[in-house]
């Protein structure tokens, strides 16, 4: 059962996991892999002062853009003034993704060039019909934007969210190598490339010269981000979460000579784990392991191809010579990494039950959800058409 890090869902006591489970010792709770890494970047943000900078100003600009429909209007007009697609600050919280927060940085460094060019202009003593409240801001945004230190340090969280974001669609088989790989990559990212010169997309950095600070704290998250890493996701890293590596041709051997006891210790923990539910199946427990033998040499007649392989063919080539290992690896894949599925039904489901119609009953509010997916695609269809 893949849920959230809500108590009401993990508790020891009265959790949904602990009650649902009782006599049955084969239930397992999975904490969500996308919620764990939300968590993890969190911790290793949580005392950093130069992110704390870097948040403040995010949600700084994104108030004074959002809530100002004259604001919002100028900026638009310094993008096409530009020949640069408009690009608004955008909200970093709200949910726990960490997509929120990779989508305001990279608004923040595309559109670079138009948000200097209209604070510039707001902040000017030659400003007209510009409030004191509101001037007095700009300047503030204006000066803050122009930190080399900001701007790069900007740059280097853009890297690491692309790929702790990439790394959420394969948490299943995220390792400490992988880990190890993920920290070389985010320290030569590209936009930390862009942003180590003294200029910026043609705009002159302030305070170049002054690395210290940002050396240090870039150090900091690297570190932190990694032992919190190791941390929550030890429980992938042993007993039955890690003996489901198996489903994962990735983890094979590429090398026919090294696949003689290749996961036996792992197929065993499955199979003693899951022998209940096999056995009530009508799965053969006893022969599984005969089966995994055979699986192995079949599948080693060709392991140039394993990387590529997939359980669907599996399933087609050997289904009458393996049922038993099968059914096994099928229940196997069947266990929820991530709960980002039911995140986003929810979230389809809050736009069509808004405030405004939230005394749909059931059976219209299906009703009303078949509608909207016929007209999206009856309207995707429409413009493929044109």
Not at 93 to 109: N, Q
């Amino acid at each position: 059962m893949g849920t959230d890090g809500a108590a009401v869902m993990t508790g020891a006591r009265n959790g949904v996991v602990s009650k649902l489970k009782g006599d049955r010792a084969y239930i397992i709770g999975i904490h969500c892999m996308a919620h764990h890494l939300e968590l993890s970047f969190s911790d290793a943000m949580r005392s950093n002062a130069m992110y704390q900078k870097v948040e403040d100003l995010l949600c700084g600009l994104y108030t004074f853009f959002h809530t100002s429909p004259l604001n919002r209007a100028n900026l638009i007009n310094s993008f096409q003034a530009l020949g640069q697609q408009p690009l608004l600050p955008t909200r970093i919280g709200g949910t726990r993704w960490v997509g929120h927060l990779l989508c305001a940085l990279d608004h923040f460094l595309r559109g670079y060039r138009g948000l200097v060019q209209h604070l510039e202009q707001i902040q000017s003593p030659d400003a007209q019909n510009v409030r004191g409240v509101q001037q007095a801001k700009a300047r503030k945004y204006y000066s803050t934007i122009r930190e080399a230190v900001i701007v790069r340090f900007c740059g280097f969280l853009h890297d690491t969210l692309t790929h702790l974001s990439s790394l959420s669609t394969c948490l299943e088989s995220l390792h400490q190598k992988r880990e190890r790989k993920f920290v070389t990559v985010i320290r030569q990212g590209p936009m930390m490339k862009a942003t180590v010169a003294d200029c910026y997309e043609g705009i002159t950095l302030t305070r170049a010269d002054d690395n210290k600070a940002l050396i240090s704290s870039q150090k900091e998250v690297i570190d932190r981000l990694v032992e919190n890493m190791n941390h929550r996701f030890q429980d992938a890293s042993e007993g039955i979460l890690h003996a489901t590596k198996l489903v994962s041709f990735t983890n094979w051997p590429q090398s026919g000579d090294e696949e003689a006891d290749f996961g036996d210790a792992e197929l065993e923990t499955l199979v003693d784990h899951f022998k209940p539910v096999l056995e009530s199946s009508g799965v053969m427990v006893e022969r599984i392991p005969d089966q995994w033998t055979a699986l192995k040499s079949l599948m080693y007649q060709e392991p140039k191809s394993l990387p590529k392989m997939s359980w669907i063919a599996v399933n087609r080539r050997f289904q009458h010579s393996c049922p038993d290992l099968l059914a096994l690896f099928d229940l196997v894949l069947s266990l929820p990494p991530s709960t980002a599925e039911c995140e986003r039904g929810f979230s389809t489901m809050k736009q069509v039950k808004t405030d405004w119609r939230s005394n749909l009953n059931p059976r219209h509010f299906q009703i009303f959800s078949w509608c909207s997916c016929v007209l999206q695609r009856s309207g995707t269809m429409t413009q493929m058409r044109l």
